[in-house]
């Protein structure tokens, strides 16, 4: 299986489909690169497509050391380095767009356009913060199975949980979070919730990437006001809302978020 040792950590990843232009997945919190595979599926038709674990997640190293977002960026630059001769299409969910967005502040020579998909410029909001930090404490002395009826909700729209056609996609990833390292848990959460800001950073920047934002409409985590927020920072950002999504919109409305994708790659390919 291809794995990659970048910034001190084992990253899983994988290779889909050929093309003159690569896109990199990068997945949420408590997530795995499988979220994207509709994405994937659809896109490697022309596209060389490359999706990979953050540490901690799916196949990758288990991560109880701690650590904070910059280190998540690093490895991703680190990544991109290693397996990509030109600068790429980064598509980060969540977590992945918080490290899309340092990436396109920190080492913008790697990044040729931008998908925020689910995700916040801002810091954690206290009432948030607070709300995780308790989650966090439980996870560390017991594990995520005991609190999935807590987390889920958050990551999935009651639309997606409750509807029958979709109760085998529910609970496959039931299953994978109620395996996940309690340790890697705490420590992930705890470098991604205590994040900077980069709204003004990214308002700074004369010529950002060209950048497609997609937000669930009943997005929790990450609500539609804060991808209004980041769209108004980046100029010429796009925003698209895709309705019945919650905070993990590829998985749960995959053909709206997918078709989003590709016209906006399209626009923006080299070729």
Request: hydrophobic letters at 40%; proline letters at 6%; glycine letters at 6%.
């Amino acid at each position: 299986m291809p794995y990659i040792d970048a910034n001190g950590t084992r990253l899983f990843y994988s290779v889909t489909g050929s093309g003159p232009e690569t896109i990199v997945f990068s997945h949420g919190f408590l997530m795995n690169h499988h979220m994207f595979d509709h994405q994937i599926k659809a896109l490697s038709t022309r596209y060389r497509v490359i999706a990979f674990d953050h540490r901690g997640h799916g196949q990758s190293a288990t991560c109880h050391a701690r650590f904070g977002i910059y280190d998540l960026v690093d490895d991703a630059a680190a990544l991109i380095r290693e397996l990509c001769e030109q600068p790429v299409h980064f598509a980060g969910m969540s977590t992945g767009g918080f490290v899309g967005m340092r990436l396109a502040l920190r080492t913008p020579d790697l990044i040729r356009t931008l998908t925020l998909i689910d995700t916040a410029a801002d810091a954690e909001e206290p009432a948030k913060l607070k709300q995780y930090n308790q989650l966090l404490f439980a996870v560390r002395w017991i594990g995520t199975r005991p609190l999935l009826g807590k987390v889920m909700p958050i990551l999935m729209a009651k639309h997606f949980l409750s509807d029958p056609a979709r109760h085998a996609d529910v609970a496959i990833w039931r299953q994978y979070l109620s395996k996940l390292d309690r340790k890697s848990v705490y420590r992930f959460g705890k470098a991604i919730f205590t994040r900077d800001s980069v709204l003004d950073s990214l308002a700074a920047l004369d010529t950002p990437p060209p950048t497609q934002i997609i937000v669930g409409e009943e997005d929790i985590a990450t609500p539609v006001a804060a991808s209004r927020a980041t769209q108004e920072a980046i100029k010429g950002a796009n925003l698209n809302i895709i309705p019945k999504a919650g905070h993990t919109s590829p998985l749960e409305m995959p053909n709206e978020v997918t078709q989003v994708i590709s016209q906006f790659l399209t626009t923006h390919d080299a070729t």
